[in-house]
């Protein structure tokens, strides 16, 4: 695949930086800030990372060899791959930052036809650093895999554990990609800022890199992704410290997105009447009687979309006959409600968008079976025209649902298959799913860029099909939870709740797959109210726990004419404790159990002055909850440090006289919870 524009914008995003003198006399150097510093050495001839010093822990990371960095490309007329490393290239000639916050090599190939140049560089303040590699072509060639990091590391492991890459099986997606490694002893992470780099350990080496397939003209470069490596304060909570530099890059600032969707109340039999009519109700129930902040967002889901004409002729993802052509009746709708327009849309064709897939096949348009193609160039522009336009006319929420395939499905370009046969279950094809898995987040990653340049405001989620990688986040605001139905199963709430916490619990637990994803930015499909046949005291026991999982992006799945006043009244209630307690999800965690064996656990999150535990007993037994409020429960360093104490409160009433009135920080205490039963403390920062 020839990326012009890629190779284009990636020379964009290796900055100028002004150099100080070069470096001639020095066969070593150190880089960095005052947080973090890498210590480089090319002596011999090589350049090599000896160590990285992380201030920060007052630790230091010691390599004791590796290839530093590798280029992997494909001659013209070749039919096997050149790996290169840093040992295939001359002694280099080497450039420092004045500040020592920059260091570059210029590296000649000493065969091979490509020169690389291989820059370290850190931003004052930040407890990261980042690392580069650009190549350049002295004849025609092919990039097929960047690998910016390759060093052997002693106490480096990946704390991710799944590896399921298939393209058929229900809840079968869980691929080894875009997550950060971690070294025990000196508390750093490590990885690639692309959500499709596979960052992991082979032999001892430490490997952060990725597939692609960018051909070079002679002259022409390609510039990688960046990787970074920071560090923490304390080993034991790496993980804080990688999510604190995941919420530094994200794409736009965590924010709670509070929104309106359509699918529950009408299915894809949405229309722009009965839109309208559901707006003008939620705002009415909640934002004007019940004094609740007004939504951000109605969103209208699957149904708008014109399947039945010709895309290649009327351009992509045309409105059909039952909302106006710019939806501008909707938009005034929801702009009186305080709040801007959503839109479902399914980037590869998905969930009832197929019917327009023929036309464009026999127009030629590159097609997978039974989806678009996401690396097709006459689609994917297309669709990049539609989605920026309608970013830049009144739609502030786009929910991508459907990118590389769906719970039970997923779909590849790989050479001799239609895309989702279930022979590409088998390992052999992994290397051809993950390059198409690549490219096709290269080119998605390229319209979210877009996207949120005409619109800053921008709120973007991709959703089935979706893989979880924080790196995502520099480019959308939230992910699909993954593996788990939209349909929450169970009979009664405590079940549904059981299977939706289940897949967190095997999202998040250590035992499980110790994804590293920060929970304030799954999109989880709840809460949700379709009937008015439960007890206001079961309503609010649910819709809290729900909400106590601590994601930003809230949205209400109604049928908005069933609920009756006392569901408004419990709804509402639910939507301010969710504004009240957001500060505290930036912290948000799973405490506690396995749902699925009974056991209690719950959500956790905290700022310096406040704080809340959410607890849930699954089980049909009277059990405790027994837990010390510290580090590991998410208290903030400073408050163990003070011995800060905290005034216990609930919003269930009921519950207040079984429950703790105080506790301070390091104290043990512990929680009684009936079968089936919820708790929910809220922390107040006592007056020191």
């Excluded at 002004?18 to 090589?46: C, F």
């Excluded at 390229?446 to 099909?465: A, C, L, R, T």
Aim: net charge negative; proline share 5%; hydrophobic share 40%.
């Amino acid at each position: 695949m020839t990326t012009t524009s890629l190779r284009l914008s990636c020379l964009a995003a290796y900055a100028v930086v002004l150099w100080a003198a070069p470096l001639s006399a020095a066969e070593n150097a150190s880089v960095g800030n005052d947080q973090i510093s890498r210590q480089i050495d090319w002596s011999s001839g090589q350049v090599l990372t000896r160590s990285i010093a992380n201030h920060r822990g007052q630790t230091e990371v010691s390599v004791t060899g590796g290839d530093e960095f590798a280029v992997t490309i494909r001659l013209a007329g070749a039919s096997t791959d050149l790996r290169l490393t840093a040992a295939d290239f001359k002694t280099p000639k080497v450039n420092a930052a004045a500040d020592g916050a920059s260091l570059e090599f210029q590296l000649a190939g000493k065969s091979a036809p490509v020169d690389v140049a291989l820059r370290y560089f850190a931003q004052l303040g930040e407890p990261w650093m980042r690392k580069q590699v650009r190549v350049t072509a002295r004849q025609h060639l092919q990039v097929r895999k960047v690998e910016v990091e390759h060093l052997a590391v002693a106490d480096a492991y990946a704390p991710y554990r799944a590896d399921q890459f298939t393209a058929q099986g229900a809840a079968q997606w869980r691929p080894p990609l875009g997550q950060p490694l971690y070294t025990r002893d000196s508390g750093t992470w490590w990885g690639v800022e692309f959500p499709a780099a596979r960052n992991e350990m082979q032999a001892g080496r430490l490997i952060c890199g990725y597939l692609t397939a960018v051909d070079l003209e002679p002259g022409e470069s390609y510039t990688s992704h960046v990787a970074a490596v920071g560090g923490a304060d304390d080993p034991e909570f790496l993980q804080e410290a990688f999510f604190d530099y995941v919420d530094a890059i994200r794409a736009r600032p965590l924010r709670l997105q509070t929104q309106y969707n359509s699918w529950f109340d009408y299915n894809r039999q949405v229309d722009a009447e009965k839109f309208a009519a559901s707006v003008r109700k939620v705002h009415q129930e909640l934002v004007v009687d019940r004094g609740v902040p007004p939504l951000r967002v109605y969103a209208i889901d699957a149904g708008w979309q014109d399947v039945a004409v010709d895309w290649t002729k009327v351009g992509v993802w045309p409105v059909n006959q039952k909302f106006a052509p710019d939806f501008g009746p909707s938009r005034q709708e929801v702009e009186q409600a305080g709040a801007a327009l959503g839109l479902w849309v399914s980037p590869g064709c998905l969930f009832g968008s197929q019917p327009a897939i023929p036309k464009m096949q026999a127009a030629g348009w590159k097609s997978l079976d039974p989806w678009m193609s996401l690396t097709g160039d006459k689609y994917m522009n297309a669709l990049e025209d539609r989605l920026v336009h309608l970013a830049g006319h009144g739609v502030s929420y786009f929910k991508l649902d459907g990118v590389f395939g769906h719970l039970r499905t997923r779909n590849f370009d790989v050479e001799g298959f239609q895309g989702s046969e279930p022979a590409l279950n088998q390992p052999q094809y992994d290397e051809a799913k993950e390059r198409y898995l690549a490219l096709g987040t290269e080119r998605l990653i390229k319209i979210f860029q877009h996207m949120g340049e005409v619109n800053p405001d921008v709120y973007i989620v991709i959703s089935n099909g979706a893989f979880l990688s924080p790196w995502w986040l520099q480019h959308v605001d939230a992910v699909w939870l993954i593996n788990v139905g939209d349909h929450a199963r169970g009979e009664g709430r405590s079940a549904q709740l059981a299977y939706r916490d289940n897949a967190y619990y095997q999202l998040s637990a250590a035992e499980r797959d110790n994804t590293q994803f920060p929970l304030h930015s799954l999109f989880n499909h709840e809460p949700k109210k379709i009937t008015s046949d439960e007890s206001p005291d079961e309503f609010r026991r649910y819709l809290l726990m729900s909400l106590s999982r601590g994601t930003g992006f809230v949205e209400l799945y109604l049928h908005t004419f069933s609920l009756s006043e006392s569901d408004w009244d419990v709804l509402a209630e639910g939507m301010q404790w969710a504004h009240r307690m957001f500060p505290t999800f930036r912290r948000a965690r799973m405490v506690g159990g396995d749902p699925q064996q009974g056991q209690v656990y719950g959500y956790t999150g905290w700022t310096k002055t406040a704080g809340y535990l959410s607890l849930h007993n699954p089980s049909d037994e009277t059990r405790q909850f027994r837990t010390t409020l510290d580090r590991r429960t998410g208290l903030p360093q400073e408050a163990i440090d003070k011995g800060q104490a905290y005034v216990i409160t609930t919003p269930l009433a009921d519950d207040a006289e079984s429950l703790p009135k105080r506790v301070a920080a390091s104290e043990e205490f512990v929680v009684t919870l009936p079968p089936k039963g919820i708790r929910i403390l809220e922390f107040a920062a006592e007056p020191n």
